[in-house]
């Protein structure tokens, strides 16, 4: 384009205004950053240049011209829903099924991403030591519990104990339902030791249970709707903020 090779004002200005019309004005910023501490050895001053109020009002014009897309957030979950999605069952429901309704109330009412109740889609991803073991579950006449496995923000690899109490009578019951899974889980996949396996024998996978879940509600719910539902829920129930973290 005839530009010359030294940076200066104007040219970081063409750029930012070029690279705004294919990419987020905020990700253009970064990337002048990332411009600025390569070339420094080569131009001393492009630092000066980058700025410069052209550059600078370049840039704060285009964050108001297109960088206030409006963010899509998927929306939290609701016992309704849960109610809704049960009241949809078959009345014999399949292994998968049972398997489907025991993840997605326990991770709603034990506050839990969906990444530590499924398995990665990227393979290279996976950690057999990150799933959670059939022997840990503990199921009692008003709750159950199981161990989550450690992560690496876990200082003393103990993992965390996860404990969900029973609602006697509503068909959300949690406890009712892990009862049902686990009488089809210990039927047909006695020897496997992970607790959550779907029909194939295998660890159900992320993508598995979001596709199942926009199935019944639609695409503006995603994996964090259980936790932040469930979150939620406690908060309409008054539990302090301190609790619920």
Not at 33 to 42: A, D, F, K, N
Not at 139 to 161: C, I, V, W
């Amino acid at each position: 384009h005839g530009f010359p090779i030294t940076p200066t004002a104007n040219t970081l200005s063409f750029y930012v205004v070029y690279m705004c019309h294919h990419l987020k004005p905020t990700t253009v910023g970064t990337y002048l950053s990332g411009i600025c501490h390569l070339l420094e050895p080569y131009f001393p001053d492009i630092r000066i240049a980058r700025s410069s109020p052209m550059v600078s009002r370049s840039l704060a014009g285009m964050k108001k011209l297109r960088g206030l897309q409006p963010t899509r957030r998927k929306r939290a979950l609701s016992r309704e829903d849960l109610t809704s999605i049960i009241n949809r069952l078959p009345p014999t429901p399949s292994h998968d099924d049972r398997l489907f309704i025991a993840m997605l109330l326990t991770g709603f009412f034990g506050l839990l991403r969906l990444g530590e109740l499924t398995f990665p889609d990227n393979i290279r991803k996976r950690s057999f030591k990150k799933l959670t073991m059939r022997h840990s579950l503990r199921l009692e006449p008003s709750r159950f519990s199981f161990t989550l496995p450690f992560h690496k923000a876990d200082r003393f690899y103990a993992g965390n104990t996860v404990m969900i109490d029973a609602l006697a009578g509503s068909p959300i019951d949690p406890l009712g339902h892990m009862l049902s899974y686990i009488a089809s889980r210990d039927t047909v996949f006695p020897l496997l030791p992970t607790l959550w396996i779907s029909r194939q024998g295998l660890p159900p996978t992320y993508s598995w249970f979001v596709s199942r879940l926009q199935n019944l509600l639609g695409d503006d719910v995603a994996g964090h709707s259980l936790r932040s539902g469930g979150a939620t829920a406690l908060a309409l129930t008054g539990v302090s903020d301190n609790a619920i973290q």
